[in-house]
């Protein structure tokens, strides 16, 4: 996901329509993702919606940054997990969402246009 949405619901969306192809209608058995052991906010997503940790890929990647090899710590999900993961996958996204909502309105507020915005809405709703 790039850059933009990174902390976004977007982020949590695909991997939520990932798994659910790859475990419903496809049938795998499993999902692994790597993660550069610095990337904090996908590791703290992933084991807060029920990945599990494997182990560490040992030097399995090149950095051209830094000119080095780096590690990668794999996660995973097998078929029984996905049923856990799917709610919390949900219930992240729907917090995500509200918190999103809520910041927008927010700044509509701020901006003097919500006001603006609810009277034109009800308005279009009684026509």
């Known amino acids: 996901v790039s850059r933009e949405y990174w902390g976004s619901h977007v982020n949590l969306e695909s991997k939520y329509i990932l798994m659910e192809e790859v475990f419903e209608f496809l049938r795998f058995h499993r999902v692994s993702f790597k993660v550069h052991p610095k990337d904090h906010r996908s590791i ?31 996660y995973s999900v097998i078929q029984s997990e996905w049923p856990t993961v799917k709610e919390n996958l949900k219930n992240k996204i729907t917090t995500r969402l509200r918190k999103q909502a809520e910041e927008a309105r927010e700044k509509l507020r701020e901006e003097g246009t919500l006001e603006e915005y609810l009277q034109q809405t009800q308005r279009t709703e009684r026509k």
């Open 44 to 74: 703290e997503m992933l084991s807060t919606i029920g990945a599990k940790e494997e182990g560490i890929l040992r030097e399995a990647c090149w950095n051209p940054e830094t000119k080095s090899f780096v590690d990668l710590i794999i």
